[in-house]
């Protein structure tokens, strides 16, 4: 037993403080554990929380291999041994069923039965006898995830190999990821991982894992561009188009708007430096994200633009402790964790504009502003996620109004 992961459990349940009733009432009806510990390392086992996941085949560290293997679960440091864990796996030991095609398919067709709707999956990866995922928990516990998983997969892959008994090793490792910098870092583990252990020699091309590019977009649709001054550019079904001044007058706004739907979104030029910015807006259970490249041009002429747009069908999913920040420009902003409803309550200093942030681990943040009377603020969110088998970070959206 390791002490040191029951002190760390107490300090995180400590930091965090009291739930609000609303939480509370969410994770007993799940059934999560929210930080917690089996006497070895520590887990956080809560809704909306971000997790690495590992669980292997059951022959992947063999028992006539055990002298190489089990040495390394007696390093201290667990960082380390988990790094050393993970590059033994990769080595490859075992049957590996994992590489035959149609056990991959199974396991990969496993794992998305209940993506976006009980959980969002953010990168997977198969390996031959092990798999990894970086997955947003929601209304499935940790363990009744992995459950779940293993059990419907052990049986479809023995099913397709016409075999029977233990496929996968009891237990799993998994991984809390605490803020941004983790997530990226995790991902790019996971979908590096077939380079990294020589079965491919890029990410993209392995079949079995979030970098293949057929899980990147869906079909992108038509999409009419139109500048202020009337003149309109419709795209093809590529998504793309170039606009110019010839195209559309020097002006420097142009509207994005579906072909069978109206959204009014502003796209802006920039005449002197070159950038990117990603538009994003919804309309009849469709979200556009556009992509845009202004270039820098001689003189005052609005410089060309190319823009490709794409759209994919999404999906509003549960909500869960999105951290809203409020305050003027200047001023130390005020912040609020909304409830499982979406809602955030806010006192405000006095009439005027208030800037808005809401933001939340994996997912695109939104800004907006305010005019209040100096009410009160309810800021209420809503968070959307993409139908299979898009994988993309999906983002936020809210509405605010005062109160009483």
């Known amino acids: 037993m390791n002490s040191r992961a029951y002190k760390t459990v107490a300090r995180k349940r400590a930091c965090e403080g009291p739930q609000s009733p609303a939480e509370s009432a969410v994770e007993r009806q799940i059934g999560s554990k929210g930080w917690n510990t089996r006497g070895y390392l ?179 649709f038509a999409v009419t561009i139109q500048a202020m001054n009337g003149a309109v550019v419709q795209t093809g079904f590529n998504g793309e188009v170039q606009l110019s001044a010839q195209s559309g007058g020097n002006v420097s706004l142009w509207t994005i708007r579906l072909v069978n739907g109206s959204w009014s979104g502003n796209l802006s030029l920039d005449t002197v430096a070159i950038q990117t910015r990603i538009i994003a807006a919804t309309t009849a259970g469709v979200r556009v994200q556009s992509q845009s490249n202004a270039f820098q041009v001689q003189g005052a002429t609005t410089p060309s633009i190319s823009v490709t747009i794409k759209a994919v069908e999404f999906m509003t999913v549960p909500v869960s402790s999105v951290t809203v920040l409020l305050g003027r420009d200047g001023e130390t902003p005020t912040q609020a964790i909304t409830d499982p409803q979406g809602l955030a309550l806010f006192s405000v200093a006095g009439a005027g504009r208030y800037n808005i942030t809401a933001q939340k681990l994996g997912y695109n943040p939104t800004t907006s502003s305010v005019e209040t009377s100096g009410k009160p603020v309810a800021w209420t969110i809503e968070m959307h996620s993409f139908r299979p088998p898009v994988i993309l970070v999906p983002g936020i959206m809210g509405s605010c109004s005062e109160v009483g």
């Not at 990969?108 to 709707?117: A, E, K, L």
């Open 42 to 220: 520590p887990h956080c086992d809560k809704p909306g929380t971000l997790q690495m996941l590992t669980f292997r085949l059951a022959d992947a560290m063999p028992a006539s291999r055990r002298h190489e293997w089990e040495v390394l679960f007696q390093i201290n440091d667990q960082r380390e041994q988990r790094t050393r864990l993970e590059a033994y796996l990769d080595q490859g030991c075992g049957e590996c069923l994992l590489k035959n095609p149609r056990a991959a398919e199974a396991l990969q067709g496993g794992i998305h039965r209940f993506d976006t709707r009980r959980y969002r999956l953010a990168a997977w990866v198969v390996m031959p006898n092990h798999f990894h995922a970086l997955v947003e928990l929601w209304t499935m516990p940790m363990g009744q995830l992995l459950k779940a998983w293993k059990g419907v997969s052990a049986h479809a892959i023995n099913g397709v190999l016409d075999r029977s008994g233990q496929l996968w090793q009891e237990d799993y490792w998994d991984r809390y990821i605490r803020d941004g910098e983790h997530f990226g870092k995790a991902r790019c583990y996971i979908e590096s991982n077939p380079v990294k252990a020589g079965l491919t020699s890029e990410a993209a091309a392995w079949p079995w894992s979030s970098a293949n590019p057929k899980w990147r977009w869906s079909s992108p």
